[in-house]
């Protein structure tokens, strides 16, 4: 009884989350199979230690959490000793689709210097410019100080900013330019 | 300061990760998951909906660790005992020479006076001269308690023979028929018959080798087929080394087969590389230890005596084991030195000789160009 109780708040829980939680974690392991896996494991994993949840703690940064330590766990453990999946479900290859010109380029320069990034550079410029968190937050997510992430990101800000990918061609939808510390 | 648009980089995310279009039933799979695991006894299970290949190589791994276990382990239970004083080869030694008494009553228990401990290998035997016609001379090996069948005992001895010049082929024969008789054979033989003409005497060895439960008996018949000048034998109790290689063979085979089983359950191809060259070299260490074993089970199964032959008159030597490494090159380095000086000290002789000459020669010359050269002042 308990459990139908607790599946209900699994699914909503996954009603509220899921695509947010798996475009995450496509963004971060560059692959559908693998992002989809890993967020099925990280809700289930959640759901599991659902009680861990300490009682008025934020809920997003903490799934998050649990998503993002188990794409690091596939990135670790599991990722580079296989093949890689096929060509069309990787991130180099995003969707030709009838966007405008200029979208696809983007997303794909994007998306290329972004797989450049280190893994740690690179879940945090994901969970900062799409999941729209808070360094503070993403600084729970990723278990490090405020003072580490914010020093992540300015040094993912500057490996983007100094990619080929974002540089070669004018004009760019990312463009360089400097300013003075704000 | 370098710095990047922050709104582009967020559109650019967006866009990217909505072309991810989230498939039909995603959620419903993992709510089935949730409802499959809640109502397992034994906690939810994560049902990957991808194959992993990546795990293989943790469980290789994880099955290394036990064989290195395994194969530390199981020589360790199967040592015997305390540690024994060893020698470089790991064989326990065990020898036994010096001055032999009269031969005791009971064959099978002999009293030993000489030098000798275990983990010590002896230099040289005792030699002497036999006194008033009688052979008062008994040879004790000092292992016949190694008799028992759990023993691995290696033996080797030498004896020098003094025979009668008209008796030395016969002893020769009766030395080989006692080899055959004993279930042995010859290993090896050598000879050289002296004459009268060149004052030479006929000198001979001869290598037997007989089964290790023979070795006594046919040390006790050699020494009786002539005058024993010396007698000297030796044992080397290697029943420790046999065991352990034993042990490490099986270890070993428990090993390969663990590999082998891994090799089955392996999928990736660096996975069934790893247990292929752990494989490979267990198998170069099995061979090598069953060489050594086979090894040791020869020289155990039979023991060796050779036997110097002299004729009377003759100033035996004592026949050396064959040098090898270190010592034959110190040994060659020596034999050099000898000859080079042997040579110097021919050749002075003739030289001396020549240059005692020459001096004559030229003091005779001298002497004759002196008187004719006075001679020619004489006349002028």
């Given at each position: 009884m308990s459990d139908a109780v607790d599946v209900d708040e699994l699914r909503t829980w996954l009603e509220d989350g899921y695509a947010s939680s798996v475009r995450t974690a496509y963004l971060i392991l560059g692959n559908r199979p693998d992002a989809e896996d890993a967020v099925q494991e990280s809700f289930l994993r959640a759901w599991k230690f659902?009680?861990?949840?300490?009682?008025?703690?934020?809920?997003k940064p903490w799934l998050y959490r649990v998503v993002v330590n188990t794409c690091n766990s596939k990135l670790r453990k599991e990722i580079p000793h296989r093949n890689r999946r096929?060509?069309?479900?990787?991130?180099?290859?995003?969707a030709m689709i009838d966007d405008p010109i200029g979208r696809v380029t983007l997303s794909h320069d994007v998306i290329s210097a972004l797989k450049d990034l280190p893994t740690h550079l690179r879940v945090v410029v994901v969970l900062r410019?799409?999941?729209?968190?808070s360094e503070h937050d993403i600084a729970i997510v990723i278990g490090r100080q405020p003072g580490t992430v914010k020093s992540r990101l300015n040094e993912a800000r500057r490996r983007l900013a100094e990619h080929p990918a974002l540089q070669s061609e004018a004009p760019r939808p990312i463009t360089v330019r400097k300013e003075s510390k704000s | 300061m370098t710095t990047f648009d922050e709104q582009m980089m967020r559109r650019a995310l967006q866009e990217a990760a909505d072309d991810f279009v989230i498939a039909d039933g995603a959620i419903g799979r993992i709510l089935d998951e949730a409802r499959d695991t809640a109502s397992r006894d034994d906690g939810p299970r994560i049902r990957a909906f991808i194959q992993r290949h990546g795990g293989g190589r943790s469980t290789v791994f994880a099955a290394a660790a036990c064989v290195a276990l395994l194969a530390v382990a199981v020589p360790l239970f199967n040592s015997e005992g305390p540690a024994k004083p060893v020698n470089a080869l790991g064989a326990e030694k065990k020898y036994v020479h010096g001055v032999a008494l009269?031969?005791?009553?009971n064959p099978e228990f002999t009293s030993i006076q000489g030098t000798g401990s275990a983990g010590t290998v002896a230099t040289t035997g005792s030699s002497f001269t036999p006194t008033s016609g009688h052979d008062t001379l008994s040879v004790t090996t000092?292992?016949?308690?190694?008799?028992?069948?759990s023993l691995r005992v290696e033996e080797v001895g030498t004896i020098h023979l003094t025979v009668g010049g008209k008796h030395f082929q016969s002893t020769l024969l009766q030395l080989t028929d006692f080899a055959t008789t004993d279930g042995g054979f010859v290993a090896s033989t050598q000879s050289h018959m002296g004459t009268k003409a060149t004052h030479s005497y006929s000198t001979g060895s001869i290598i037997l080798q007989v089964p290790e439960h023979n070795f006594t008996m046919l040390v006790d018949q050699v020494r009786h087929a002539?005058?024993?000048t010396s007698v000297q034998t030796s044992a080397t109790d290697v029943t420790g080394q046999y065991v352990d290689l034993r042990a490490r063979i099986a270890a070993s085979e428990v090993s390969r087969a663990q590999y082998l089983k891994i090799m089955t359950r392996t999928n990736s191809i660096g996975g069934i590389l790893a247990v292929q060259d752990q494989l490979n070299s267990i198998q170069s260490q099995i061979e090598q230890m069953q060489a050594q074993l086979n090894l040791l089970n020869t020289e155990t199964t039979y023991a060796t005596l050779t036997v110097a032959v002299s004729e009377s008159g003759h100033q035996t030597t004592t026949p050396t084991t064959k040098r090898t490494g270190v010592d034959k090159a110190w040994h060659d380095s020596l034999h050099g030195f000898a000859a080079g000086v042997e040579w110097l000290i021919r050749i002075a002789g003739p030289l001396l000789f020549a240059l005692l000459l020459l001096t004559v020669l030229l003091v005779l010359g001298r002497w004759t160009w002196r008187a004719t050269e006075r001679r020619r002042g004489g006349i002028g």
């Open positions: 659902r009680d861990s949840l300490a009682t008025g703690s934020s809920f096929r060509p069309d479900d990787d991130l180099d290859d995003v410019y799409y999941a729209d968190l | 009269p031969a005791s009553s000092g292992v016949d308690v190694a008799k028992e069948s002539g005058v024993a």
